[in-house]
């Protein structure tokens, strides 16, 4: 799992990811943070710290690739004199929607479909904010797109090998953040990292947190087209600046994501009354009744197998089981 977790394709890296989901732990107040976190816990086989959740819809897709389109949208960025013809499908805009819909709806009391709801909007609003997930670049070589920049290969033997594409390489925040907080050797170099990105980028010098997830993919996309397709010379060589350049847009965004998951989850509380869904201080009666339900099913079994051994008769000659009545 931790190999999966620091090699992650596809995706913002998972240091990106847990820099977001931390703004939200770093900012949100503490009992609303406990409150998510055992919702998080009633899924038992699943992670449940700020920290997992937020790379858990990546880690799930070695084994399946159910909610793959979830994890970005293709804005087309057409080459001049290319004829695209638009093809629209479920994407990580719609998800998203879904998901703050879902969990603003007072009708929905599912514990499973909120937890599910959380999970997925402390993915997805980080990878809406990644460019290369809001966008795809279609040419003559490339007619059914570049795939969000995966086959966009760089010719740059400074960049190691398994980073030598534009989508790998924006993922990693331009190779600044390649690694997860769960790597032992790390996690003071990562606490560092978010003080840094929180000061350099305060939730005041934002003006359009309250936006729609459109509005942020539009955003990425811009970011993708300026910085990360235009530079480049013949769509292979990096041009000097491009590595730093890159990352101060990739960093803003890292940032900006983090405070927009924050406004959405304070936004919940606001609108939802949570006693009547789940109470935290009461997580440890629902766990004791479903051990006390568990105990009594099996000592009813249990006195029903006694029964049925003491008073069942077996005729010899017949082979027949007999139950008496």
């Known amino acids: 799992m931790l190999f999966w977790l620091l090699y992650m394709i596809n995706c913002w890296s998972a240091e990106p990811h847990q820099f977001i989901s931390g703004i939200v732990s770093k900012n949100i107040d503490q009992n609303r943070k406990q409150w998510i976190?055992?919702?998080?816990?009633?899924?038992?086989?699943?992670?449940?710290?700020?920290?997992?959740?937020?790379?858990?819809?990546?880690?799930?897709?070695?084994?399946t690739n159910l909610f793959g389109p979830w994890h970005y949208t293709n804005?087309?960025?057409?080459?001049?004199?290319?004829?695209?013809?638009?093809?629209?499908?479920?994407?990580?805009t719609g998800a998203i929607t879904s998901m703050i819909d879902c969990m603003m709806n007072k009708s929905t009391t599912s514990l499973w479909a909120l937890a599910f709801s959380f999970r997925?909007?402390?993915h997805f609003v980080a990878d809406s904010h990644c460019p290369f997930h809001s966008i795809a670049y279609f040419s003559n070589k490339y007619p059914n797109g570049d795939n969000g920049g995966n086959k966009i290969h760089l010719n740059d033997t400074t960049i190691p090998k398994s980073y030598r594409d534009l989508h790998s390489l924006w993922d990693t925040a331009l190779l600044k953040y390649r690694y997860s907080v769960f790597?032992?050797?790390?996690?003071?170099?990562?606490n560092k990292n978010l003080s840094e990105l929180l000061n350099s980028y305060p939730e005041t010098s934002f003006?359009?947190?309250?936006?729609?997830?459109?509005?942020?993919s539009v955003e990425?996309?811009?970011i993708a087209v300026q910085y990360g397709y235009t530079p480049l010379i013949n769509m292979s060589y990096l041009p000097n600046n491009y590595i730093n350049d890159g990352f101060l847009?990739?960093?803003?965004?890292?940032?900006?994501?983090?405070?927009?998951?924050?406004?959405?989850?304070?936004?919940?509380?606001?609108?939802?009354?949570i006693s009547s869904i789940l109470n935290p201080m009461k997580m440890h009666e629902y766990i004791l009744w479903g051990i006390n339900s568990t105990?009594?099913?099996?000592?009813?079994?249990?006195m029903y197998i006694i029964h049925f051994k003491k008073d069942t008769k077996y005729d010899e000659q017949s082979s027949t089981l007999f139950i008496p009545l």
Not at 75 to 92: A, H, M, Q, S, T
């Open 220 to 222: 990425a996309y811009n």
């Open 207 to 216: 003006t359009n947190i309250k936006s729609s997830p459109d509005q942020w």
């Open 183 to 190: 790597y032992s050797e790390n996690i003071d170099g990562f």
């Open 249 to 273: 847009q990739a960093k803003r965004l890292i940032v900006l994501a983090g405070h927009r998951l924050n406004y959405i989850m304070n936004g919940f509380f606001d609108h939802r009354d």
């Open 120 to 122: 997925s909007l402390f």
């Open 37 to 63: 976190e055992t919702l998080f816990s009633i899924w038992e086989s699943e992670e449940t710290s700020f920290f997992n959740v937020s790379v858990w819809h990546d880690s799930i897709r070695k084994d």
């Open 75 to 92: 804005i087309p960025f057409v080459d001049v004199g290319f004829r695209l013809n638009p093809r629209e499908k479920y994407n990580i």
């Open 295 to 302: 105990l009594f099913i099996l000592v009813l079994v249990y």
